[in-house]
Nanobody, 117 residues
Framework: QVQLVESGGGFVQTGGSRMLSCVVS????????MDWYRQATGQQRELVAS???????KYAAAVQGRFIISRDNAKNTMTLQMNRLQSEDTSVYYC???????????WGKGTLVTVSS
């Protein structure tokens, strides 16, 4: 059973930065593709960024150039560095794990980021 714990949410001013972290336990982290998703109130959950164990990354167009996803395989940790934050980035951010083996995927409980002037 893979367990994910996010941290780092909170209030941030428009134009500011915030870093989110996700600690993974219960499985070989080097065998898991990882994602950050977000869900704003009344909206569908959307993919923000993805990263493979080898470090290959992908970003949603809305965050390309502002957000950076990374991971430390030795520490079973994934991070999301969010820069130049805008009010539209206000959401609950979720960590998502996609292990190579099996069909099940796993979600964290989410961490709220509120961007306000």
């Amino acid at each position: 059973q893979v367990q994910l714990v996010e941290s780092g949410g909170g209030f941030v001013q428009t134009g500011g930065s915030r870093m989110l972290s996700c600690v993974v336990s219960g499985s070989d982290f080097t065998m898991i593709d990882m994602d950050w998703y977000r869900q704003a109130t009344g909206q569908q959950r959307e993919l923000v960024a993805s990263i493979t164990p080898g470090g290959t990354t992908k970003y949603a167009a809305a965050v390309q150039g502002r957000f950076i996803i990374s991971r430390d395989n030795a520490k079973n940790t994934m991070t999301l560095q969010m820069n130049r934050l805008q009010s539209e980035d206000t959401s609950v951010y979720y960590c998502h794990a996609r292990p190579f083996i099996g069909s099940e995927t796993y979600w964290g409980k989410g961490t709220l980021v509120t961007v306000s002037s």
